[in-house]
């Protein structure tokens, strides 16, 4: 296999000027659309990027689960990896990489905390088996097999059979507060489309075109 050679054009669509809405998060909420509308499997999957106290760069992939004018939403064990990074530099990248519309989106931003009652009306929406899920893990912390993971797990469904699962003290979430936002839409010949969005003082929005 010769991965030089693996390639494709991207013709699907273009971003210009004229299509672009002045409203980052109006761009996004219409972009997500589009991808719900198309089917891509997990169209509110997102890449988060932080960074640990040496500088080194880790990311994994999380659910978006909800957008406002505010920032964009997600929720954690706060004593993960990602929630210990934040804890220390809270600032943060999302990407949503819809490749199969040809489009990238990436937000960089800070992380703020949500307060305890954001996180248990979210943590009460969930299924049953999610909200056990969270207490039988201690998320990014070693285990010795998934037969030990499934025992906590039974363990946890045993515990809480009757009544409401209570929210754990070690689940909470974030707001990622945008101070930019990138829309890449793919370009014949890899002349792609990018905009980027950047904060003003004022909180209007600075529109550029980048080079592909």
Known sequence: MKLEDIRREYLQDALSEDNLQDDPFKQFETWLEHAVASKLPDPTAMVVATVDETGQ??????????LDDNGFVFFTNTGSRKAQELKGNNKISLHFPWHHMERQVIVYGEAKPLPTSAVAKYFLSRPKE??????????????????VLMETFANMKNKFAKGE????DFWGG???VPTKIEFWQGGAHRLHDRFMYQRQADNS???TRLNP
């Open 174 to 176: 974030y707001c990622v």
């Open 57 to 66: 760069p880790s990311q994994r992939i999380v659910l978006l689960k909800h």
């Open 130 to 147: 999610s909200q056990l899920a969270a207490w039988a893990s201690a998320q990014s912390r070693p285990v010795s097999s998934r037969k």
């Open 165 to 168: 699962i209570p929210l754990p």
């Open 205 to 207: 929005w600075q529109i």
